[in-house]
């Protein structure tokens, strides 16, 4: 056995007989399909990647009474400095993917370890559920496991409650016996679940009494029998080449409905059973909203530091970044990349003592995800603008090269002070690939929704700013004068 999972086993461990469906067609092994497998070899580079000898102490560490070192995303950190170190890993891991995979496994371990830093709110609920949850997170932890999640309602009829959509189409509990519940709809959107090993079913938005047959949490394998994954169109499937689209090619991590047709919960797999509040509370009254939300914060400081790159070098490809205006373009994308670092920083150093864990200024995580949902539509338009045609006067494939006439116009055409001609295509690809393929433009969705819509997250910063200490300092000034003091001034 090696001393940390590894890519290899990784793969292996998709070829589980999971049903996965694309382009009308049952897919027989999600690891070998050319919608897929690009994706899934990246997932295993993470894996790779933690095992190298120089890597296992930075991105591993050892769970208590285990034999193998597991990824730091499943650390519950005790302290500020093992929050730190802890980020320090799940920047690396995102670097390995430029900050594109959002459903990485650190994405729903943040998720997790925040739920079980909450137990309590599982014991309020049950014992039995509470011990469901600790002995999975204990499991999950052990065996390394890649998780995703569905956590929303598939968006049917908004103006309508969720327990009042036509039967079938929110997943809900529609049978018990001794053996555990069995549940019959749909969730969205199943991010990574053709590559991750298991999938959390939740329900993280607000429920009305009477909709208790949606008020579940569970865990289940992705084989589970009656799990079926339906898949987006593939990026990666039309991704002719890496030279043409270095990262749709390779970084599609894939987004699914997922239906769970009478799919069996045993017992000890289920969190949450029958209870709308405790629905809620075991993302907002643990710390796994917390937790999930700071690690995709650490994603993005990846992301965003990668796009400023891709800014910078295409000034440099087409000769502007001297330019003043253009400078401080750039200077001001730095500020906004270099703000998304800082305010990480500051959960970490302004977090808190919780039990025995410190966790992040949850203040400050949901203000960094409201500012970065617009951050990341911005970002991605100065990069177009920064462009002008660059992006678009490329060569329609690699193919052209091969063709001697072509490739003459080519090189005399795709001109760059620093690069040589195949040069500036192949970067000028890689950024279209990034802000404006149909990949890039997915990844501007994803930033601006994968936490919930801008009335979401406001409200979440509506709710934890502290409004008495700034209200407070305008009660002190309006404390400080008054009408009838100053008429009686003016009378001396
Ligand atoms: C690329 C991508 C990947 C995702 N991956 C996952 C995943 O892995 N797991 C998972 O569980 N979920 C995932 N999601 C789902 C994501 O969490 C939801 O899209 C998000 O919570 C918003 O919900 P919604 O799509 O139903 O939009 P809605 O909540 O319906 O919002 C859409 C728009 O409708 C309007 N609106 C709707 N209701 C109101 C209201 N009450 N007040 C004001 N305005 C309103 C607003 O204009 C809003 O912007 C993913 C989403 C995307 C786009």
Not at 134 to 152: C, G, H, N, P, Q
Not at 283 to 291: D, M, V
Not at 295 to 304: E, F, G, T, Y
Not at 460 to 489: C, I, K, P, Q
């Amino acid at each position: 056995m090696t001393v940390a999972k590894t890519g290899a086993e990784h793969i292996a461990s998709l070829r589980d007989g999971r049903t996965v469906y694309i382009d009308g067609a049952l897919v027989e092994d999600v690891t070998t399909h050319p919608a897929f497998k690009n994706a899934i070899q990246s997932s295993a580079a993470l894996y790779d990647y933690q095992a190298r000898p120089e890597n296992i102490e930075m991105m591993t560490f050892m769970p208590e009474g285990s034999n193998r070192r597991v990824n730091r995303a499943w650390q519950m950190p005790k302290s500020y400095e093992e929050m730190v170190t802890r980020r320090r890993a799940l920047q690396a891991w995102s670097r390995v993917h430029y900050g594109f995979m959002g459903r990485s496994p650190d994405h729903v371990a943040s998720a997790l370890i925040g739920q079980r830093m909450g137990i309590e709110v599982f014991r309020k609920h049950g014992p039995q559920r509470a011990k469901a949850l600790e002995d999975y997170v204990d499991y999950a932890t052990k065996s390394d496991l890649f998780l995703t999640y569905v956590i929303i309602n598939p968006q049917a009829e908004r103006a309508k409650n969720w327990g009042d959509q036509v039967s079938d189409l929110v997943a809900r509990i529609v049978d018990e016996d001794s053996t555990g519940i069995t549940i019959r709809g749909a969730k969205m959107l199943g991010t990574s679940s053709i590559m991750a090993n298991e999938i959390l079913v939740a329900n993280l938005q607000p429920l009305k009494q009477g909709e208790e047959d949606l008020a579940f949490s569970c865990a289940l394998p992705m084989s589970a029998k009656g799990i079926r994954v339906l898949s987006r169109k593939s990026y990666e499937a039309s991704a002719v080449s890496v030279f043409d689209n270095p990262l749709s090619s390779r970084f599609d991590e894939n987004d699914a409905l997922v239906y769970f047709d009478d799919v069996k919960v045993p017992w000890d797999r289920l969190f949450v059973y029958r209870d709308t509040d405790v629905c809620r509370q075991q993302f907002h009254e643990t710390w796994g909203h917390s937790y999930q939300n700071y690690q995709a914060q650490i994603r993005l400081s990846v992301k965003i530091r990668f796009l400023a790159g891709l800014a910078r070098k295409l000034t440099e490809a087409i000769g502007t970044t001297n330019i003043p205006s253009v400078s401080e373009k750039l200077g001001y994308m730095a500020a906004q990349a270099s703000m998304v670092e800082a305010m990480l920083s500051g959960m970490e150093a302004s977090g808190t003592k919780a039990g025995e864990y410190w966790v992040p200024n949850k203040h400050f995580m949901y203000s960094a995800q409201v500012l970065t949902q617009d951050l990341y539509p911005q970002f991605v338009n100065a990069i177009r603008e920064l462009s002008g045609g660059a992006l678009i006067m490329l060569p329609s494939s690699i193919k052209d090269f091969g063709d001697p006439m072509i490739n003459k116009i080519i090189q005399t055409t795709q001109r760059a002070a620093n690069l040589e001609p195949a040069d500036k295509v192949k970067f000028l690809k890689a950024c279209w690939d990034a802000v404006g393929s149909e990949f890039g433009s997915r990844h501007q969705q994803y930033e601006m929704f994968y936490a919930g819509a801008r009335f979401v997250t406001a409200g979440h910063s509506f709710r934890t700013f502290d409004w008495n200490n700034a209200t407070s300092m305008v009660e002190n000034l309006m404390a400080s004068y008054s009408l009838e003091n100053e008429m009686n001034g003016l009378k001396h």
